[in-house]
């Protein structure tokens, strides 16, 4: 495609929390797609439209998953934006053949796996495609034009990234047709590199909404032996009454999205209590000097 074409677009409007499914088959629950349909209409329900997956999740079973959930009730497709990300792949019962885990961005690749992910999750257009890592292989030329292609046939609605680094990102973006919208990266109290390394820098210049996974630090936040986390805890008690009571959970979330970034928090539990409270942690504006508290007790120091 030529870049000299520009595609009409409208970026969907994503909701500040989103529903993680990287861990939905260890979940006896959700492996059930009456179950995992509840937890989807529960998310629609707290106002939680963004549905997170990818193809290598579940070692490429939870977009199948998806696709068996979603065809229970085909309406409940209107109400939501779905996220997948491609790129990654790993030695499996699928395909004994590969030895060695691998990226690969290529145009055909991702294509490919695109209209995977269209069939398995049974739906005719993602509403955002990422690149799930770089792939240090493939020229920025070679993945443009595999996201174009998709995003000229009407299969995506929009494309970003994960992973990248500001330059990767500001490379493979002046290859595209339609800007990219996104960089899903790691963030949270006990991760806080994008604050610091101009991702989310970059994200507020350029006005695209990042993405934040692991927003509890893969469960470390809550191990209060973890002397971080402990500190963070004993901070979010102090602060719990001043916001109605809030938990870490909640706390942790509104941290993030106090930030004017303006992430999404990609959360990870599938338990119906947990994904009700953490879409109520949308609504907690944290004041500036607790957001402040709550960094320094990450940190175990004051501000420079």
Same mark, same amino acid.
């Given at each position: 495609m030529s870049l000299s074409v520009t595609l009409s677009h409208s970026v969907p409007q994503f909701s500040r929390i989103a529903f993680g499914t990287w861990r939905l088959l260890e979940d006896p629950a959700t492996r059930d797609p009456k179950g995992l349909l509840e937890r989807l209409h529960a998310c629609v329900d707290s106002g939680i439209t963004t549905i997170d997956t990818a193809e290598i999740y579940g070692t490429y079973r939870v977009e199948e998953a998806l696709g068996a959930a979603l065809a229970l009730d085909p309406s409940l497709r209107e109400k939501l934006q779905i996220v997948s990300k491609c790129g990654i792949y790993v030695p499996c019962e699928f395909h004994p053949d590969r030895k060695t885990a691998f990226y690969n961005a290529t145009a055909e690749r991702i294509v490919k796996s695109a209209e995977k992910s269209l069939r398995f999750l049974g739906t005719d257009h993602l509403d955002l495609l990422l690149v799930h890592r770089p792939d240090w292989l493939a020229s920025i030329d070679e993945t443009a034009e595999g996201l174009?292609? !998709? !995003?000229?046939?009407?299969k995506i609605r929009c494309a970003g990234v994960s992973n990248y680094s500001v330059s990767q990102f500001d490379a493979l973006n002046s290859r595209m047709a339609q800007p990219l919208v996104t960089n899903q990266v790691e963030f949270s109290l006990l991760q806080m590199a994008p604050i610091y390394d101009g991702v989310f820098d970059h994200a507020q210049q350029h006005r695209?909404?990042?993405?934040?996974?692991?927003?509890?630090?893969?469960? !470390?936040?809550m191990d209060a032996t973890h002397e971080p986390s402990r500190r963070v805890h004993e901070a979010c008690a102090a602060l719990a009454a001043k916001y109605g009571g809030a938990t870490i959970e909640q706390l942790a979330y509104a941290w993030i999205l106090a930030h004017p970034a303006g992430a999404v928090a990609v959360i990870g539990t599938h338990k119906l209590e947990r994904i009700r409270s953490a879409a109520a942690a949308a609504a907690i504006k944290l004041e500036r000097e607790d957001w402040y508290a709550l960094w320094t007790a990450a940190k175990g120091c004051s501000v420079p």
């Open positions: 174009n292609r !998709l !995003l000229k046939a009407g695209y909404r990042p993405m934040a996974w692991s927003p509890l630090a893969r469960a !470390l936040l």
